[in-house]
């Protein structure tokens, strides 16, 4: 199939723009709860519609007193948390342009970034992030205020006290004058190829994302029918994604909470005390959270039940998937009777750890691996994975609610078309898809076409009109043999393996094909304590010849889908991973190729010697 459109859900909104909806909300039900807000002593408060809305309004009042107004952008450097939010629908009244910079940034990506975009103020987390902007702020003569939401008593109630004596009808005079046409982000990508552009995002199209989103999905928001739908919140708001599950939750009426941290010692007990009924996730939270309750069961002597808990729930979830496309009769009994035998001992207890109330997720920003979906589908949460970029808004496909397709990115989300090109490219086409880059019109051009997205993804539709991503057309590999070689599926498959952090597959031309490898230190840790060794140094780990087994065998594993022209034939484990502090990963966790390749250039060497 080349082509597959699934038509609108409801029409696009022709007034108004994104903050409407706090507003709109606040008059129709103010008591209702809009937000969870953790308090210093880590309690979450629940904050009401009309609360939030005064919040809103009375911040509003305080950045048009400190001289914000319509048009003007204001860069956001902050972790995700609850006055990030705040501050995107106090400019978004206003008719401002938030510019959302992650926190991690450099000093050279923040000048570009507020260089470009022309920024006139700026909102900062703490002294670091004013320390590194304060390094280059010589260098932006339009940046004329700066605040700091942990200096003192907090921007925030500095902003509220200034505004204090502004009319609030000022400030409605901004709103009404928003139009879904107006700019309401700039978004910079994550430059895993060169400098970060700058996605250009309107109220429309956040709106049609977030309302196409809201009107096929809203049913799974909930855990059961009646149930209030609430959402935490931990995804980078300096991220399309972040970003479209923050305004889909205010415009849907969805309690949202926000946590800073995705690392599961500090992401697991906020789930536990908010609660949430789904959440929007990467695939990263989900394959932590299953190999930390693999590695506890083997702690506890229970491996062997729990991988046959595994290999139950992955065989049920794949009977329901057959069963829903009319290719099965469902789970047999026997099949269902070991299901329920799991039910307390293994499947309850995960859905436990993620709050207890969830039975819905969604899957975003990289591929989850097919047997992971369905496991999670077998133990009672299900995975819609889905595809998009900054300059789609966000999704522009995912799984539908009654036919979940694992390992696919699923169907054209409502009023989007995929079209996939002669050479493989995925296209989209939906009031999604951005305006353009800013300051940019050649690479503008060069993506966009008479309203169509070209992507650089490359995919096929298959016959139910699903889409399935195989790699990207900037990293095909070419061999000197002149085989071309798509890496992300192999890579993908080798960090199946619970002991591999990452893998990153080389071969441009040269004679065959390579990986270098790193390792996830915390499994690793658990993997010697299982043999009764003592933990080693990184030296000594990488070429320890059991851990090189492993790793090992997770390559011949990666192989079998591959042909053998394609296939890993040798790889190298490296003493440490690749990080963002080293340039070798992008904010959004993925590969920087040329950084890498340039920075293990000896190792890379090595493989072919």
Known sequence: MREFTVPPVEAAPQVGGLADAVFDHAERDPDR????????????????????????????????????????????????????????????????????????????????????????????????????????????????RLWQLDAGRGAVAELTEAGAEIDEDVVHRHRRAVTPDSVATVIYTSGTTGRPKGCVITHANFMFETDMLIGRWEPVFRSRPGDAAATLLFLPLAHVFGRMVEVAAIRGAVKLGHQPVMAAAELLPDLAAFRPSFVLAVPYVFEKVF???????????????????????????????????????????????????????????????????????????????????????????????GYGLTESSAAATANPPERTKYGTVGQPVPGTTVHIAEDGEVWLHGGQVFSGYLNDPRATAAVLNDGWLATGDLGVLDEDGYLTITGRKKEILVTSGGKSVAPSGLEERVRNHPLVAQCIVVGNDRPYVAALVTLDQEAVDHWLAMQNRAPLPAAELVRDPALEAEIRRAVVTANTAVSQAESIRTFRILAHPFSEEHGLLTPSLKLKRKAIEKAYAAEVDALYD
Not at 69 to 92: C, H, N, Q
């Open 291 to 385: 190999h930390a309750a693999r590695r506890r069961a083997e702690a506890e002597g229970r491996r062997g039940p729990f991988d046959k808990a595994v290999d139950v729930a992955v065989r049920y979830a794949e009977a329901l998937e057959h069963k829903a496309f009319g290719i099965g009769p469902g789970p047999s009994a026997a099949l269902r009777m070991q299901h329920q035998f799991f039910e307390k001992t293994v499947y309850g207890k995960i859905r436990e750890a993620l709050g207890g109330r969830m039975r819905h997720a969604m899957s975003g920003g990289s591929g989850m691996n097919r047997q992971l979906g369905l496991f999670f589908e077998g133990a009672g949460i299900t995975v819609f994975e």
């Open 33 to 144: 709860v809009a937000l969870g807000r953790k308090d210093a002593d880590g309690v979450w408060r629940d904050v009401t519609a009309a609360g939030f809305r005064d919040e809103v309004l009375a911040l509003a009042k305080g950045l048009i007193a400190h001289g914000v107004r319509f048009g003007d952008r204001v860069a956001i450097m902050s972790r995700t948390r609850y006055e990030w939010t705040l501050f995107d629908f106090a400019l978004w009244t206003l008719g401002a342009q938030p510019v959302p910079v992650y926190p991690t940034s450099s000093a050279e990506q923040v000048f570009w970034m507020l260089h470009d975009a022309q920024v006139t103020a700026c909102v900062v987390e703490h002294e670091d992030h004013a320390m590194t902007v304060g390094s280059v702020i010589d260098r932006l003569p339009r940046l004329q």
